[in-house]
């Protein structure tokens, strides 16, 4: 359901994206509890943010998406089918396409140049011609506001100008739903609004559904149509920017005031 503001209202039993029950630990004996039975559910269209200090487990709850790590227990399911059965490439494949992966960090591939890097996928996924390549890689740059750049090493562009190519890149099958691994972590604040302002217009302009793992919380109040704070393994909040700001949870106080956990805390 879409209200006159655009956001979306989360529908019971409509969930696109659904993860129930997800463990996963680590170590030998898996003494690294990192996830202690999640239950999330992602609506279509909207934008759900995932908050949590380092080493929370955002990047491995969000990985499972597109097969980067796998439930110890538990499911995930994208529009009904149940992912963590997967086991082929052809099972992954249709995900791949219908899902934009921003890895944390960028990540281009430094041996290729930056259209190489944003054709990459097309190249991977698609029987695409060369020429239907090179128009869309041209239309994906235009789309984060650096056209023209194609040529280019990754090294010879800014912080900032490479998140968006990764970006581009990670639109480069025209994905239904984008999962951002802490798109603005490591870039100045100007050029982290920057790219804050580029995902939000992008959610708008493409009506796609998104995660947004972060700790930014400008990135946040601009994107979050709903957020959840993950810690210890589970999700302690879940709810709106405003109702997140109005929390009286001991852990939101804490993420909020960058409060550092205390020995002494109740
Ligand atoms: N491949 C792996 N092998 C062993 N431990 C891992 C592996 N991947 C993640 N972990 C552990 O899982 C925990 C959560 O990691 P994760 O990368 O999901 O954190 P995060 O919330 O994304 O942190 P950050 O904000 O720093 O990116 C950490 O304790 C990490 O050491
Ligand atoms: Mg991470």
Known sequence: MEEASGRVTPEPGRALISFRGIHKYFGENGENQVLIGIDLDVYPGETMVILGRSGSGKTVLTSMLVGLNIPDKGGITVEGVEITEFVTDTDWRS?????????????LYDSMTVGENVAFPMVQHTDWSEAEIRR???EKLGQVGLSGV????????SGGMQRRAALARSLALDPQIIVYDEPTAGLDPI???EISSLIHRL????KVTSIVVTHDLRLTQLVADRLVLLHEGQWVFQGTYEEFLHSSHPEVLRF?????QGETTP
């Open 256 to 260: 909020l005031h960058r409060e550092p």
């Open 203 to 206: 959610q708008d302009a493409l």
């Open 136 to 138: 869309r890689v041209a």
């Open 95 to 107: 995900l791949r396409l219908k899902t934009g992966y921003l890895f944390q960090g960028s990540a």
């Open 150 to 157: 194609e040529p280019l090493e990754p090294s010879a562009l």
């Open 191 to 193: 050029t982290g609004d």
